[in-house]
């Protein structure tokens, strides 16, 4: 399984990125897709999951309204699209994948195992 994060860059308060991850190595009908982020001196959060089959989301509190997650299944690609971004998103971003039950994606650190290698986030105020 390979997971290539990227779009990561210095932006100021107010402003728009898109985070993309480039997916390959298995058959993801049964798995989930997320974004974790972890700013410095801090756990790993979530931030946003999308099931491959479904669709459904998910989104962390902290970003409703300003975030939003898609997948473009025919190029095995998801996208966060980060809008209105605050000096506290500034962290380094993973994409993630694993497997999920029912309809709604998992928001759990533990329901994922594969990690891309992260592409940091830097907003300033």
């Known amino acids: 399984v390979q997971l290539q994060a990227s779009g990561g860059g210095l932006v100021q308060a107010g402003d728009s990125l898109r985070l993309s991850c480039a997916a390959s190595g298995r058959t993801w009908n049964s798995y989930a897709m997320g974004w974790f982020r972890q700013a410095p001196g801090k756990e790993r959060e979530f931030v946003a999951a999308i099931t491959w089959s479904y669709g459904t989301t998910a989104l962390a509190d902290s970003v409703k309204g300003r975030f939003t997650i898609s997948r473009d299944s025919a190029k095995n690609a998801v996208y966060l699209q980060m809008n209105s971004l605050k000096p506290e998103d500034t962290a380094v971003y993973y994409c993630?994948?694993?497997?999920?039950?029912?309809?709604?994606?998992?928001?759990?650190?533990?329901?994922?195992?594969?990690w891309g290698q992260g592409t940091l986030v830097t907003v300033s105020s």
């Open positions: 993630t994948t694993g497997r999920y039950i029912g309809f709604r994606p998992p928001t759990s650190l533990q329901s994922y195992g594969d």
